[in-house]
């Protein structure tokens, strides 16, 4: 039996038998959750709409799947959220790059009607703008003052401006004032870190007992650190220690399962020859800045080796990079060998199998190495073309 992999893990392969899909990948068989609110990097608008929506053309926004081609009159000359007020682009349009205040001197502002925009540092116009403070440009500082610029003067109070005005600080307020430090407050004061409140990977910006990790709107946050490593399960984001993310692993889950943060360019902060690094993406398939995170080092055939109690393990292609690796996922039953199986909605297959099709039914079967016994049949390690090898280990399906 000769199956030609086109792509592992939502897998489709040729064979004499006609074609087959690892199914358990697919849509909520593996370790990425349609419906979980992420765009993870295998999803799209058009795999899973719940968590990636999809593109709606004549919003006057060029989203993911839409051009010139497909939709003229949202993407022909210009982007909308590009931060750029392009041509085709109006305050009614596209307010978020041609109002004033967005950091470009758009066509129809100047000095006069956007100073915030325009203006130029010049000390006496009337403007308290650039680099200016009380100091350096009283004339215009001074009756007309910056909130946030580290100085209470002029009309400013600690109701108006707290951030320049009040003698304790509020940490996260961005302003690295009063008397913060990097070690009393590193969310407003650690220089290192790229985010404004802190970074994922790696961790920067939290105090101590707090770890930087998404909230419910995908954004960087402080938040309190629990004490279960990456890899061990959870019910809630405080359960994961720093560093991690509590993620739900697909519909059979009760649980989810703490995932390092990591950094997909390099692949650091993955441990294991088999794990890998993957962006994390929100609504519209639009990657969430410095967010990813790692895979599971597992055993395919032996499941409870990186995964715990209730979780199988499965191999992967990433579809861009076209590297492998393998992941923890919850959707587990009792399916043996040549049992019916459905891996996005059950039955599902028993841990070290996997749910194959062969393009009108769907069968359970084991997986297995090249050293490693089938519990029914041989190990068939040239099930795939080219080999199914992952961190040097050729992987095959028992038949």
């Known amino acids: 039996m000769l199956l030609r992999k086109l792509i592992f893990g939502g897998l489709l392969a040729m064979g004499a038998m006609g074609v087959w899909m690892v199914s358990s990948c697919a849509s909520g068989g593996g370790g990425f959750d349609c419906g979980n609110g992420i765009c993870e990097s295998f999803e799209d608008s058009v795999s899973c709409p719940a968590d990636c929506g999809g ?4 919003n006057f926004i060029c989203e993911i799947g839409e051009n010139d081609a497909t939709c003229a009159s949202d993407c022909t000359g210009g982007v909308c959220g ?3 007020c392009e ?3 109006n305050t009614i349009t596209c307010m978020v790059d041609c109002i004033c205040g967005n950091n470009t001197c758009d066509t129809g502002e100047s000095a006069a009607t956007c100073p915030i925009d325009c203006g130029t540092t010049t000390c006496g116009n009337g403007v308290c703008d650039g680099t200016e403070t009380t100091t350096t440009c009283p004339q215009d500082c001074t009756t007309n003052p910056v909130c946030g610029d580290g100085v209470c003067n002029g009309t400013e109070n600690t109701t108006t401006c707290p951030q320049d005005c009040t003698t304790n600080p509020v940490c996260g307020d961005g302003v690295c004032n009063g008397a913060e430090t990097i070690s009393t407050c590193p969310a407003d004061c650690d ?12 961790q920067c910006g939290c105090t101590t007992g707090l770890k930087c990790t998404l909230d419910g709107d995908l954004d960087n946050a402080c938040e309190t650190a629990g004490s279960t490593p990456a890899g061990g399960t959870c019910t809630a984001e405080s359960d994961c220690a720093g560093g991690t993310l509590c993620l739900p692993r697909d519909e059979a889950a009760t649980v989810g399962q703490c995932l390092a943060y990591c950094d997909d360019a390099t692949q650091a902060g993955c441990t294991g020859a088999t794990s890998y690094c993957y962006e994390l993406v929100g609504e519209g398939s639009i990657p969430i800045p410095g967010a990813a995170i790692c895979t599971i080092t597992c055993l395919p055939e032996n499941p409870s080796v990186g995964c715990p109690t209730g979780f199988t393990c499965a191999v992967y292609t990433h579809p861009s990079s076209t590297d492998s690796f393998t992941d923890c996922h919850a959707d587990v039953g009792t399916g043996s060998q040549g ?3 459905d891996a ?3 039955p599902y297959c028993a841990a070290g199998y996997g749910c194959f099709s062969d393009g009108s039914v769907t069968t359970c079967y084991q997986w297995c190495t090249g050293t ?7 190990c068939d390690t040239a099930a795939f073309e080219p080999p199914a090898i992952v961190g040097g280990t050729t992987y095959g399906i028992c038949y």
Do not use: F, K, R
């Not at 220089?191 to 790696?202: A, F, H, K, M, R």
């Open 55 to 58: 593109s709606t053309c004549g």
């Open 82 to 84: 590009n931060a750029i």
């Open 191 to 202: 220089i290192s870190c790229t985010d404004p409140v802190c970074d994922l990977y790696p």
């Open 339 to 341: 049992a019916s199986c």
């Open 372 to 378: 490693s016994g089938c519990n029914v049949g041989t």
């Open 87 to 89: 041509a085709s682009e």
């Open 344 to 346: 996005d909605i059950g």
